[in-house]
């Protein structure tokens, strides 16, 4: 098995109106909502998919360097491609290549028939827990309504981000708790 071609596909869709959200020492305004990922291919037909950095810079590590250090490469070799593209490389390609090393083991569970966790030593646990996650930039009142609905959906867990300066952030946390 042979890898034939290494494909980075950046997606940029712009909002229909900017977003803009106050915080605590400036604003953050959204345009634009960003992702990236990569695309493996074999001879044999096989294609093995992983998420990447959602940044120009990283599809063009990916489609330049990468790209050419893996083409002819067996993808199950996943050091010694990492090492080809490193050498290859003329910066720091860490970022990208954790996404090539994803698309690499979807490959290889795909050939091996097996899901990618056996590879890597088996399962080490039946549950994992998840947590709620929600808005950035609102009110404490708003983060308190949100915790509550992620409460009543099941997760005893929630994540915030308010950024409203710390007499406001312990409000925030206070009616979170309570909520």
């Not at 083991?105 to 827990?129: Q, S, T």
């Not at 708003?142 to 007499?167: D, T």
Request: aromatic share 8%; charged share 25%.
């Amino acid at each position: 098995m042979k890898i034939t071609e290494v494909r980075g596909f950046l997606l940029s869709d712009p909002m229909p109106e900017p977003i803009v959200m106050e915080y605590y020492g400036g604003i953050r305004t959204i345009f634009k909502r960003d992702a990236a990922f990569l695309k493996v291919t074999t001879d044999n037909g096989l294609t093995g998919y992983g998420p990447a950095p959602a940044s120009q810079q990283t599809v063009d590590v990916i489609n330049g360097v990468i790209r050419t250090a893996l083409i002819g490469g067996d993808p199950r070799q996943v050091d010694a491609l990492w090492s080809a593209a490193q050498q290859a490389a003329d910066t720091d390609i860490t970022h990208a290549f954790g996404a090539v090393e994803i698309a690499l083991y979807d490959l290889r569970g795909k050939f091996e028939g097996c899901p990618v966790h056996e590879l890597l030593g088996g399962a080490v646990r039946d549950r994992i827990r998840l947590y709620g996650s929600a808005g950035m930039y609102q009110p404490a009142e708003e983060y308190a309504r949100e915790a509550a609905a992620v409460a009543a959906l099941g997760f005893s867990a929630y994540k915030m981000r308010p950024a409203l300066g710390p007499e406001e952030d312990l409000r925030t946390v206070e009616l979170v708790r309570q909520a």
